[in-house]
Each structure stands twice: as structure tokens, then as C-alpha cells.
């Protein structure tokens, strides 16, 4: 025999509870489920309900379902009781559609005793939202509130479910708000229902204030910490959001590559990006952040805003070898050069030409800068006259050529 679960628990209350007559009560302070007299279901009909869950209990479903379909309930209490049964047998079963359609019945009936009246509005709603049915899901909950008088923040939560897919986004404020004012305990799923509505409504600014609320009250949920800083970029809030991002990565919440570069982007325009290199370079070590040509060119990209020359144009070349990329190497010949490491950037310089780029006569016009740092006169008035050839170029390489043709002279060079 199987253990009774909660469905059969709850069959198990009414029947006991149906099967006997409640003594009649002063019902003019009550709630209407206080109200709702209890009946008993007939003679033929209590026996088939009897046994019918006898079998449910022994786990014989099929057999409980079997012998309920035989019942020939006769007036309207017996046949909603009949259909409220089959509804949690079919709902058990997996077997949604038939369940919706014979708890319908019953709740359309409206005539079961109080309890019994209460737990199928609330099955029968519930069920809807299971089945997509949002829009009829709504006033069946209500309907489970007003006859019970009570007010459930999980009901209100499920309204707001039904609610957010049909994107009646003012109408979930509402009602997260209602459910939050009777919360015992803050609720983080009716804030993140807020939370969802505001970001659908655009309305940024509140939705950060939601999570300002949030972020203190569960202060454990990574996410929350991430989204929070991310509503601030969007609010171009940038200090407040690069703040955040720090003290989401110091307490370790930070755990894709994304928000790993979100941050150390924020901290490299604000200011910090020698620590923006030591933090991208370290996860780019520990293999969260994936070593790519794009990775490492942002990477040599905080280098070079930090000043660190030699690193850039190491991590510039690193970049560019992957897939000989010619503008890479265009980069790391012009750090180099400006490092005073000219033989070195006439390397790269000439892997750039060699790889391809979009204007030769930019690096053309570099390696007549770097050869001319190196006193070697005759190749860089060779790459000065190439590079005069170029639109882009063509006007400061010309004014370098005589200059070139000067200093050749000067020391008896011929070109």
C-alpha cells in the first residue's frame, strides 16, 4: 500500500467532513466559507465515493477512477462532489484538460461544503495557470480569497504569474505590491515579479530601487549583485555601478567571463587600468575568461591605457599571431616605437605588411620613423617614399623625406 499523499490527505478531510452534518451556526459575522454548510452526499452515491477512495489509498488509481465514473450522481451536490474527486483523481494522473474540466463543474456548482468549495477554487486555479489558461486563472484565485477572507502572498504571486504572461505589467506592481504588504518574511519572488515588470515598463530607475531593496535583504543571491550593477549601467549611473561590480567581485559573486569584463572595462575608464589588466590577466590565467585574439587585445588595450608598454606590445603580438592579424601587429610596432625599441617594432611592422592591412602606408610610414630613430637613413627614406604614395600618409611622409634627405647628407649617406 502506498503512502497516502497530499491530494488523498485532502479527499480524506472532506469525506469525513461531507459525510457528516455540521451544526448550524450564527453565520451573520462569518465568512462565507464559515458559512457553507456541509452536506452529505446520498446513500448510493457515498458508497461509490467510499469505495472509490479505498481503492485510491491502496494506490489503485485507475480502479478508483474506474468505480467513481460509475457513480450515478442524481441531484446537483452529489454530482459536484462526484466531479470535485474526479478532478484531483485526473489532476493526479497527469491528465490536466479532464481535471480543469470536472473541477470546473464543481466550482461552477458552487454548492460543496466550505472546505471542500475552498480547495477546488484553489486546485482548480491553480491548474489553469499549469495549463497556459492565465486569463480565467485570475478571477478563480480571487474568487479562492474572497470566499475564504484570506489574503495569501503566494496567491498573489500566482496571480502575478498569470498577470506577467499576458504583460500586464501594472497590474503585476499591483499585486506584488499587495502580496509584499502581508509577506511575514520578505519575499524574494514577488520582488523579483516587480523587479521584471519595471525592466518591461523600461522604467529603469524604479527597477533599481527594487533592487536596492533587494540586494540588503538577500544579500547571498549573486544575482542580485550583478543585476543591481548592471541596472546602473543602464541608468548610466557609472560610479554607483563600477562600485557595486567591485564589491560583488571582492565577495566572489562574479562568476562568468562577461561580468568579469564588464568590470574591468568600468574600471579602466574610471580611471584604474593597471587593475583592470591584473584582474582581466588573472581569470584569463584561470581560464574563465577564454584566451582569444579578441580577449587578449582588450587585455594589451588596459596595458596600454596603464602605460605598461612592454606588456601591451607583448600581449599586442600574442593578439595578433593567432591569426596574423596585420593591424595587431600594426599596434604593437607603434608601442614599441614609442617604448624606444625600435629593431623591435620594425619586426612587427614588417609582419604587418606581410599579413596585410587596410592602409600600407601607415605602416609604411611607421618604419620610416623606426629606421630613422636607428640613424639608417637610406631604408627609411625607401618606406618614407612608399608611404608618400598613400592617401593617408602621403602628406606627413612627404614632409619627412627631405628631412630624411637632409640627415642622409649630413652623414654621408647615399640613398
Not at 452536506?39 to 488509481?61: I, P, R, W
Not at 466550505?114 to 489558461?133: C, F, N, P, S
Not at 520578505?186 to 525592466?199: E, I, R, S, V
Request: aromatic share 10%.
Amino acid at each position: 500500500m502506498r503512502k497516502v499523499n497530499t491530494i488523498a490527505a485532502a479527499l480524506l478531510l472532506s469525506l469525513g467532513g461531507s459525510l457528516a452534518i455540521v451544526p448550524a451556526v450564527s453565520a451573520a459575522e462569518k465568512c462565507p466559507i464559515e458559512k457553507r454548510k456541509s452536506k452529505a452526499v446520498g446513500q448510493s452515491v457515498a458508497k461509490k465515493v467510499q469505495k472509490s477512495f479505498d481503492a485510491y489509498t491502496e494506490g489503485n488509481l485507475d480502479e478508483a477512477l474506474a468505480i467513481l465514473l460509475e457513480a450515478n450522481a442524481k441531484n446537483d451536490f452529489d454530482k459536484a462532489y462526484v466531479a470535485r474527486m474526479l478532478g484531483n483523481f485526473y489532476a493526479e494522473k497527469g491528465q490536466m484538460k479532464t481535471a480543469v474540466k470536472y473541477l470546473k463543474t464543481a466550482v461552477d456548482a458552487d454548492i460543496l461544503g466550505g472546505v471542500d468549495h475552498a480547495g477546488t477554487l484553489r486546485l482548480y486555479a491553480d491548474l489553469l495557470i499549469q495549463e497556459k489558461k492565465f486569463k480565467e486563472s485570475i478571477p478563480a484565485y480571487y474568487n479562492w480569497m474572497e470566499f475564504t477572507c484570506k489574503e495569501d502572498a503566494q496567491v498573489y504571486r500566482r496571480i502575478g504569474i498569470a498577470h506577467s504572461e499576458q504583460k500586464q505589467w501594472d497590474d503585476v506592481l499591483k499585486v506584488a505590491d499587495k502580496g509584499l504588504a502581508i509577506s511575514e518574511k520578505p519575499d524574494k519572488g514577488l520582488y523579483q515579479m516587480k523587479l521584471t515588470a519595471y525592466f518591461n515598463k523600461k522604467n529603469y530607475k524604479q527597477a533599481v530601487k527594487v533592487l536596492e531593496t533587494m540586494v540588503p535583504l538577500f544579500q547571498d543571491d549573486k544575482r542580485l549583485w550583478v543585476q543591481l550593477a548592471q541596472f546602473y549601467l543602464m541608468t548610466e549611473d557609472f560610479t554607483k555601478s563600477l562600485a557595486t561590480y567591485d564589491l560583488a567581485y571582492k565577495n566572489g559573486f562574479l562568476e562568468t567571463a562577461g561580468n568579469i569584463q564588464r568590470l574591468t572595462q568600468l574600471l579602466a575608464q574610471n580611471g584604474s587600468p593597471y587593475r583592470a589588466a591584473q584582474i582581466y590577466a588573472k581569470h584569463m590565467k584561470s581560464g574563465l575568461v577564454k584566451e582569444d585574439e579578441k580577449t587578449l587585445t582588450i587585455l594589451a588595450g588596459f596595458y596600454h591605457n596603464a602605460k605598461e608598454l612592454k606588456e601591451a606590445a607583448a600581449t599586442y603580438g600574442k593578439a595578433a599571431a593567432i591569426d596574423n592579424d596585420g593591424k595587431l601587429y600594426l599596434r604593437q610596432g607603434r608601442i614599441l616605437s614609442l617604448d624606444g625599441k625600435s629593431k623591435s617594432a620594425i619586426t612587427a611592422l614588417k609582419k604587418a605588411l606581410d599579413a596585410g592591412v587596410k592602409s600600407p602606408g601607415e605602416v609604411q610610414f611607421e618604419l620610416a620613423l623606426a629606421y630613422l630613430n636607428l640613424k639608417q637613413y637610406k631604408s627609411a627614406y625607401k618606406y618614407a617614399k612608399l608611404a608618400a604614395n598613400d592617401k593617408k600618409t602621403g602628406r606627413a611622409a612627404k614632409s619627412y623625406i627631405s628631412y630624411i634627405k637632409e640627415k642622409a647628407r649630413v652623414h654621408n649617406v647615399t640613398l
